[in-house]
T-cell receptor, first 116, second 113 residues
């Protein structure tokens, strides 16, 4: 149980393109979803927390107009990297939780974004 | 400011050796989770510890939560090449935090055959 699917797994596109990444909880309803960014051989850096039906809460230093998050249902959240540039190239990972303080997060397999 | 200090950051050992990874904080966590991540994949939950002083075992892996719920350790006995990966500890504050986690820096473990 607790499967999270993330799509696509890899994206290569030109600078200036907007890229949408989907995160789905397949067998449970996720009250809360999280979006992370990870650089090679480093830990996860939280970008934003999204709760179904409300606006996402962004971490300090993360541009909300650059990284648009939508959490329209209990099983789907999307991250759109708008007008992506090479510095946005990274590994983006989502996770889903039932919500509440001690509920574990279940992670997707990540999306490798490469901007040329 | 890193609220959860994980050490060591890199660990390279021979098959059969034992090892311990530590996570320390000045903050109290309501729970602490350990994850293992392989390159190109998302982290996979290994264990969640909730009670101060709690010890959980998962085959050759032993997890301990400090009495004050500020620190945790992961001990691997007789490491195998299949244990190679990035190990992450993450603490949850509970309450109205919506399950938001604070991650340690990670430990890259390499077990040589």
């Amino acid at each position: 149980g607790a499967v999270v699917s993330q799509h696509p797994s890899r994206v290569i596109c030109k600078s200036g393109t907007s890229v949408k990444i989907e995160c789905r909880s397949l067998d449970f309803q996720a009250t809360t979803m999280f979006w992370y960014r990870q650089f090679p051989k480093q830990s996860l850096m939280l970008m934003a927390t999204s709760n179904e039906g409300s606006k996402a809460t962004y971490e300090q230093g993360v541009e909300k107009d650059k990284f648009l998050i939508n959490h329209a249902s209990l099983t789907l959240s999307t991250l759109t990297v708008t007008s992506a540039h090479p510095e946005d190239s990274s590994f983006y990972i989502c996770s889903a939780s039932l919500g509440g303080g001690n509920q574990p997060q279940h992670f997707g397999d990540g999306t490798r974004l490469s901007i040329l | 400011t890193q609220l959860l200090e994980q050490s060591p950051q890199f660990l390279s050992i021979q098959e059969g050796e034992n090892l311990t990874v530590y996570c320390n904080s000045s903050s109290v966590f309501s729970s602490l989770q350990w994850y293992r991540q392989e390159p190109g994949e998302g982290p996979v939950l290994l264990v969640t510890v909730v009670t101060g002083g709690e010890v959980k075992k998962l085959k050759r892996l032993t997890f301990q939560f400090g009495d004050a719920r500020k620190d945790s350790s992961l001990h691997i006995t007789a490491a195998q090449p299949g244990d190679t990966g990035l190990y992450l500890c993450a603490g949850a504050k509970g309450g109205t935090s919506y399950g938001k986690l604070t991650f340690g820096q990670g430990t890259i473990l390499t077990v040589h055959p």
